[in-house]
């Protein structure tokens, strides 16, 4: 009875592939995170291992990180997916509770796919610096990243969560990651605080006379710093084999989760082409695991709990719900609106989710 329906299943399923080879591919893009960076290459793995069986021509999409992959997700056309931080997605989420318009506006017609792997903070001082852990960069002039980056929303909330107060507005730099590292190794700011899944091109492909001039403070699980700062983050190890030519031990550390995220889409051929890309996300995840970017062998083919204000996209939700039903049964799966004028009286927080100027 199993092998009449595992055949009988495969058989449809490959006929809904040979149909989607047939047809015109539909063009989405997906906004991921800056170029050396993990998001990215994530993304390319979505596009080729995943889109492209499914019928979808997937454009992935350069950004400074996560605060701009939601504004870009809600009003950019042609934006179907994006790659968020569970940090930032909540920071909206809580904005928008606690009555702001601009953040309800982004953040609750977005839906989560599903959840992908940890990122971990990587904070970053100087070889010669006498900072030893996290607890130490209290009032030292840091680059947080850029507006719009996970990284600067990451950055600022740790600090918060470290020491119970914002960091002084003369002690932040908003440069990219390359620019930190330039900017840290010639000594115009002490720390950059980096958010990248390890391994990381933008470590991998420095020279390494320059690598050699940087080091990662530790996160000292007994710290106070660092027990607080568990109330969001979550422990985590940058290992020593993932930068070979520069870590000589693992370095303990934090970590924020990844999701993929796309919109409350009713229209037909939407729904249509994201359930295709749901099934096709399912029938490829080993090859994701085996060809893709280190992280997928860290992703779980699952969809757990939510906490409050987070949803998930529906359609898709039934797919893969079915799909991994169907794997642990031992069955293999087959293969835009205008914002409003932006206001000027910004508080911090909504400046860093891109929610006014």
Same mark, same amino acid.
Request: charged letters at 20%.
């Given at each position: 009875?199993?092998?009449? =329906?595992?055949?009988?299943?495969?058989?449809?399923?490959?006929? %809904?592939?040979?149909?989607? /080879?047939?047809?015109?591919?539909?063009?989405?893009?997906?906004?991921?995170?800056?170029?050396?960076?993990?998001?990215?290459?994530?993304?390319?793995?979505?596009?080729?291992?995943?889109?492209?069986?499914? &019928?979808?021509?997937?454009?992935?999409?350069?950004?400074?990180?996560?605060?701009?992959?939601?504004?870009?997700?809600?009003?950019?056309?042609?934006?179907? =997916?994006?790659?968020?931080?569970?940090?930032?997605?909540?920071?909206?989420?809580?904005?928008?509770?606690?009555?702001?318009?601009?953040?309800?506006?982004?953040?609750?017609?977005?839906?989560?796919?599903?959840?992908?792997?940890?990122? #971990?903070?990587?904070?970053?001082?100087?070889?010669?610096?006498?900072?030893?852990? /996290?607890?130490?960069?209290?009032?030292?002039?840091?680059?947080?990243?850029? =507006? &719009?980056?996970?990284?600067?929303?990451?950055?600022?909330?740790?600090?918060?969560?470290? +020491?119970?107060?914002?960091?002084?507005?003369?002690?932040?730099? !908003?440069?990219?990651?390359?620019?930190?590292?330039?900017?840290? %190794?010639?000594?115009?700011?002490?720390?950059?605080?980096?958010?990248?899944?390890?391994?990381?091109?933008? +470590?991998?492909?420095?020279?390494? #006379?320059?690598?050699?001039?940087?080091? /990662?403070?530790?996160?000292?699980?007994?710290?106070?710093?660092?027990?607080?700062?568990?109330?969001?983050?979550?422990?985590?190890? %940058?290992?020593?084999?993932?930068?070979?030519?520069?870590?000589?031990?693992?370095?303990?550390? /934090?970590?924020?989760?990844? +999701?993929?995220?796309?919109?409350?889409?009713? =229209?037909?051929?939407?729904?249509?082409?994201?359930?295709?890309?749901?099934?096709?996300?399912?029938?490829?995840?080993?090859?994701?695991?085996?060809?893709?970017?280190?992280?997928?062998?860290?992703?779980?083919? #699952?969809?757990?709990?939510?906490?409050?204000?987070?949803?998930?996209?529906?359609?898709?939700?039934? !797919?893969?719900?079915?799909?991994?039903?169907?794997?642990?049964?031992? %069955?293999?799966?087959?293969?835009?609106?205008?914002? #409003?004028?932006?206001?000027?009286?910004?508080?911090?927080?909504?400046?860093?989710?891109?929610?006014?100027?």
């Amino acid at each position: 009875m199993l092998k009449r =329906l595992l055949t009988g299943w495969l058989g449809a399923m490959l006929l %809904i592939t040979s149909s989607l /080879l047939s047809a015109e591919p539909a063009h989405y893009k997906i906004v991921t995170g800056p170029e050396r960076g993990t998001y990215i290459q994530i993304g390319q793995d979505l596009s080729k291992w995943v889109a492209q069986p499914a &019928g979808i021509d997937l454009t992935v999409v350069a950004s400074k990180g996560s605060a701009e992959n939601v504004q870009r997700m809600r009003f950019e056309p042609g934006v179907k =997916l994006a790659l968020v931080q569970s940090d930032v997605y909540q920071a909206y989420v809580d904005m928008a509770n606690s009555g702001n318009p601009d953040a309800g506006t982004a953040i609750r017609p977005l839906r989560l796919i599903m959840p992908l792997y940890d990122e #971990e903070i990587n904070v970053v001082v100087r070889a010669d610096s006498p900072l030893k852990s /996290l607890g130490d960069i209290r009032d030292k002039t840091i680059s947080v990243g850029l =507006l &719009g980056s996970g990284t600067a929303q990451s950055a600022t909330t740790l600090y918060r969560l470290m +020491f119970g107060q914002a960091i002084p507005e003369q002690n932040i730099q !908003h440069l990219s990651n390359e620019d930190a590292l330039a900017a840290l %190794i010639v000594k115009k700011v002490d720390v950059a605080i980096i958010v990248v899944g390890q391994p990381a091109k933008l +470590f991998n492909d420095m020279n390494p #006379e320059l690598l050699q001039q940087i080091r /990662l403070l530790k996160a000292e699980p007994t710290a106070p710093e660092t027990v607080r700062a568990k109330q969001t983050y979550f422990p985590a190890t %940058i290992r020593a084999s993932s930068y070979p030519n520069w870590l000589k031990e693992d370095v303990p550390t /934090l970590t924020v989760k990844a +999701f993929l995220v796309t919109y409350d889409y009713g =229209l037909r051929d939407t729904v249509g082409n994201l359930n295709h890309f749901a099934d096709s996300l399912c029938a490829n995840f080993d090859n994701l695991q085996e060809h893709g970017h280190p992280k997928w062998k860290q992703v779980k083919l #699952e969809l757990p709990s939510l906490v409050r204000g987070w949803k998930y996209y529906p359609p898709v939700e039934k !797919h893969l719900r079915a799909c991994v039903a169907n794997r642990s049964a031992g %069955i293999n799966a087959a293969p835009a609106q205008v914002a #409003e004028k932006p206001r000027t009286n910004c508080t911090n927080q909504e400046r860093l989710l891109l929610l006014c100027k």
